[in-house]
């Protein structure tokens, strides 16, 4: 069993059930696109831990491409502004596109994302979330993807932080009450 930082709460997703979720969702990727390319964008830094577990799992060509995003800033909620920080290095026109991306919560980031990248003309978008909250709020976005269903909770962890830590734990869990500063 793993030891659970001392400012978490609860564990939510052990090592092992992401490894494990995170093979699964690459076998169907590897056969929903059989006889196609895929480029697949991580939205630092979130993401990034996720995409490389998850093209390791995919078993067909693929192109990583990585976007640097930020609605947050150093808060814990969405401030809803959206800013491009980082764009991506390639050319996705015509290509089949693959947006890995930590966790699903408001929305609004991921919107804008698949609008700004749909302008650039690829040949298809969709979405490979390891997360989605359940949030009332949430803006309609499809994930042809999903990882896990979690709670409308404050979570780090795999890639997740708050205020930039927490990202190098090995699991997902709940911070404990008090930990976070608005």
Same mark, same amino acid.
């Given at each position: 069993?793993?030891?659970?930082?001392p400012?978490?709460?609860? %564990?939510?997703f052990?090592?092992? +059930?992401?490894?494990? &979720?995170?093979?699964?969702m690459?076998?169907q990727?590897? +056969?929903?696109?059989?006889?196609?390319?895929? %480029?697949?964008?991580? @939205?630092?830094? *979130?993401? +990034?831990?996720?995409? $490389?577990?998850?093209?390791?799992?995919?078993k &067909? #060509?693929?192109?990583?491409?990585?976007?640097?995003? $930020?609605s947050? *800033?150093?808060g814990a909620? $969405? $401030? *809803?502004?959206?800013?491009?920080?980082?764009?991506?290095?390639?050319?996705?026109? *015509?290509?089949?596109?693959?947006?890995?991306?930590?966790?699903l919560d !408001?929305?609004?980031?991921?919107?804008y994302?698949?609008?700004?990248?749909? !302008?650039?003309? #690829?040949a !298809?978008?969709? %979405?490979?979330?390891?997360?989605?909250?359940?949030?009332?709020?949430?803006?309609?976005?499809?994930?042809?993807? @999903?990882?896990?269903?979690?709670?409308? /909770?404050?979570?780090?962890?795999?890639?997740?932080?708050? +205020?930039?830590?927490?990202?190098?734990?090995?699991?997902?869990?709940i911070?404990?009450?008090?930990?976070? /500063?608005d």
């Open positions: 069993m793993e030891e659970m930082h400012h978490l709460k609860e %564990v939510l052990t090592e092992d +059930a992401i490894r494990e &979720r995170v093979a699964e690459g076998a990727i590897t +056969a929903d696109y059989a006889d196609k390319e895929i %480029v697949l964008i991580s @939205v630092l830094r *979130g993401a +990034a831990i996720f995409m $490389s577990d998850l093209a390791r799992e995919i &067909r #060509p693929i192109e990583m491409d990585y976007m640097a995003v $930020s947050y *800033g150093d909620k $969405s $401030s *809803g502004v959206v800013r491009i920080l980082k764009d991506l290095s390639g050319d996705i026109e *015509g290509k089949h596109v693959l947006i890995a991306e930590d966790i !408001s929305g609004l980031t991921l919107r994302l698949q609008k700004y990248l749909s !302008s650039r003309n #690829p !298809s978008i969709e %979405v490979a979330t390891l997360l989605r909250k359940k949030t009332r709020a949430q803006a309609d976005i499809k994930c042809r993807y @999903v990882g896990f269903e979690c709670p409308d /909770q404050f979570i780090v962890g795999y890639g997740l932080d708050y +205020a930039e830590r927490y990202r190098n734990l090995p699991y997902i869990g911070l404990k009450d008090g930990i976070i /500063q």
